[in-house]
């Protein structure tokens, strides 16, 4: 009994004597563990740091952006050529066109009267032309004869010449009567958009009165804006559009006023043109 009772006493002595070396184990752990935290903590730091200056240079200077860009297109503006009555008014202010539609028409009586005119003109004179010409015929046989003086053949040319001149007066009067009919039927020279629409049905248009115009559709461009240090590094360019998705699209230069303080205003901006 009393050598279980050592055995005992021997184990709980030995146990006793563990402890602080445990206590002073876990002490030094933790001081260890203490001292790692800043070391891991900056490093993360340094390297968070790394990775957002790479994404800024990435962003900056690998691939520049800009959000100063405006959208631009032609805008084509008609007035007519001819005046008169507008009888027919085929579009309204937002409406989408194709290149050759009609926009509005001008009352075509007059100009159909005349052309009428023109033609009955021409038949008249035509007539005479003809007169003219075989009568100098006719003198010219007598004048080789001898039959006629030099004088009256003169005056016999001279009157075929003049009928010639006045059938061309009436070809080219009828020529300008066609023009003036096509002109009362004005026509969308591009595809596009209607805009500024100011003709109404039964409005009396004069020549040169601008009364729509048509924003050219296939002419859209978007100038953009970069710094100065930034524009040998553009090749092609990406742009966003309003509904989410992206367009790609050439660079053209043109020079243009630059917006920034310290660009020079002999630099050229981009001139994007969309492709898709």
């Not at 958009?193 to 109404?200: F, G, M, R, W």
Request: hydrophobic letters at 40%; one cysteine or more.
């Amino acid at each position: 009994m009393s050598s279980v009772e050592l055995k005992s006493d021997h184990a709980r002595q030995s146990h006793e004597s563990d402890v602080p070396r445990r206590v002073a184990s876990d002490l030094d752990n933790v001081k260890s563990r203490i001292r790692i935290a800043p070391i891991l903590i900056t490093l993360g730091t340094v390297a968070v740091a790394a990775f957002l200056a790479w994404a800024a240079w990435q962003t900056y200077m690998s691939a520049p952006w800009t959000r100063d860009g405006t959208v631009r297109a032609y805008v084509v503006t008609m007035a007519p050529e001819v005046a008169g009555r507008i009888v027919k008014l085929s579009v309204t202010d937002n409406q989408f066109v194709h290149k050759g539609d009609v926009l509005f028409e001008i009352e075509p009586a007059d100009y159909r009267i005349a052309l009428e005119s023109a033609q009955a003109q021409l038949q008249r004179d035509g007539a005479a032309l003809d007169y003219a010409r075989a009568n100098e015929n006719r003198k010219a046989s007598l004048a080789k004869e001898g039959w006629t003086s030099t004088d009256v053949y003169q005056q016999t040319t001279s009157t075929l010449h003049q009928s010639e001149g006045v059938v061309a007066l009436d070809k080219a009067a009828i020529a300008k009567a066609q023009l003036d009919i096509s002109r009362t039927v004005i026509r969308s020279p591009v595809n596009g958009y209607v805009a500024n629409l100011l003709a109404q049905l039964g409005d009396y248009a004069t020549v040169g009165q601008k009364l729509i115009s048509v924003v050219n559709t296939d002419s859209f461009w978007v100038d953009g804006h970069f710094e100065e240090t930034s524009l040998g590094r553009i090749h092609e360019l990406s742009l966003k559009v309003g509904d989410g998705g992206n367009r790609e699209g050439g660079i053209s230069w043109g020079c243009l006023t630059p917006p920034l303080l310290h660009q020079r205003s002999d630099m050229p901006c981009p001139k994007i043109t969309s492709s898709s």
